[in-house]
């Protein structure tokens, strides 16, 4: 039976450590903690047999090939090898596993168009060169791509819990004839026959039309491609050469940034200081002044109390009459009188000006305190006030030092911008020239005979192969059914997409195993190997238990699935899983376990060295 084998996927560059995984004929597993690149092995295998493109992570820094070594079924073993953002493929007739200088022995384009592609390379090892594949219901037809089976077998974690169908790549209409042909092929062993009969006028002028419109789009497009932009590889290489020097200019900013916060921070802190040192001094010299006042006012009292003292003895000794003291008229005074009342006088003077001068004496100390206080204070806010002259001269410095790394910033944004619009309108005439060659492809064929239905009999032996894969994963279900005119899997009456998104895995994951092993045993061509990211919906948590979201899928469904693929399955299974296999699939099957501890067991899919500051391995 024709099939495909993968042996190993490396990833090599100059001065770093390779990353790669070895594939076990039967089984392997990649399984371990979340974002440490499990996934990625995933895309990248799917990369390496001919999608456009591959979403890199920054682990990948400095990894210039791809290699993907393959067995082929004349049992011979090549190496694929691509670059990260490559549109041709090297292929070597030998088992290549590391950083290769030599010319590949041929190239390959990715590209659909032309003859030398590594969709017909491939189609051609698995014996399906030229098979066709219906496009409509009345008799259009197209060449196979390998791309079309490889869905089918490689099925990444989002696909694996989609509510599509595991038949479709999408919900639209547009394709889905042609999707349904490939898994007739894969189930039939053959493929449609090719369309005797041109379209009738009327068609073809809908055909030019269509063509027409598409024409023009690609052209407006293209007007509006910078000249001097660059093809889409190079736009995609400055694009990553920007993203490195954003993250440097980044880096930048952040740093001056937060010098100048700080520096901020202390200006602010120092003019709060200031005003607090102004305050405290108008605060003091008010009270020096409503003092000074009090002691003007002591002085005085001083000055008058002296003079009352003086002038009292007088009035007592010149002046006839009443008593200047007490009142009493003379004939009521007595001998010696006016001496007593002097006396009393002096007596009571002299008390209030021993008083006053001792409040006084009491006045001059605050006022001295004062004004020592208000030397200190205004020493420290002199010091202060330098620092703050510092502080804003470093503000200064450092908002010059800034306005170039902010406009660097803008630049190398809008150098982004541009390139990221290019890379878009390139992406777009690509989608328009794909959908034009598939017009031109299909045609439209007159009325004919419609496109041929799978055979019951071949649709029922597919369902029970289904309903045995399940079974033997020990998954309690009863009457599952593939539907070739709804494309959906069905259990019971409930539509695969009416379930859980466990269960819609754990289905797909199904379907995608039995299609393989049907076509294996039939000796039907297929790729021979089976990818599944993600099949049992689960999330590794230390000390924690495996659960999924359907009551009908118990804990042992797990050790299940993985010896069913180890010691029943016919093909080749790569599965990328965050639980834990069984001890003995462990122990006797290729397993790999990322922990993104650089202690235990291994770091990830690319070496804990390979690691970029404050990077993350991505999904999976």
Known sequence: MPSIRLLHLTFAGADRERAQVVFDPKLTVIYGASDTGKSFVTEAIDYMLGARKLSLIPEAEGYSQILLGLELPDSSVVTLVRGPQSSRVGVF??????????????????????????????????????????????????????????????????????????????????GQTAHKSVLKLLLTGHGEPAADARPNAAQRRLQKGKIGLLDQLVLDLQRQLDPQGGNEGELAEQLRRLLGYQDTIASSLREISSRHAEAVARGAGLAVTLGQYDQRLAEIDDLLGRFGLLRSQYESDLARLAMVNEAGGLLGYFRTGPCVFCGADPAHQTAGHDLQETTALHAAVTAENTKTRHLLSDLHLTIDGLRIQREELAGQRQDSAAQSSRADLEIARIEEELRPVEGQAAEAMAARSRVE??????????????????LVADGAVPGGRPTGSIPAGTVAAFDRAIERTVEAWQIRLHGVSYDQYTAELFVGDRARAGHGKGMRAVLHAAFAVSLAEYGLDKEHPHPGFVILDSPLVTYRQPGGTRRTDDENLPDSVIDYFYRDLFHRFAGQAIVVENSDPPSDIARDAQVYLFTRDPQDHRFGFFPVGAEAPGSSLGEG
């Open 93 to 174: 007739n030998a088992d290549v596993r590391d950083l290769v200088y030599r010319a590949a022995d041929f190239e390959l384009s990715v590209s659909t168009r032309g003859s030398n592609n590594i969709s017909r390379y491939l189609l051609g090892r698995l014996g399906l060169e030229g098979a066709l594949i219906a496009t409509n219901d009345t008799g259009g037809t197209k060449a196979l791509g390998f791309r079309d089976l490889l869905h089918l077998c490689l099925v990444s974690e989002t696909r694996m819990v989609s509510k599509v169908s595991p038949v479709l790549r999408s919900t639209g209409a547009s």
């Open 421 to 438: 619009k290019e890379l878009g309108l390139h992406q777009r005439i690509q989608e328009l020239e794909e959908v034009r060659a598939g």
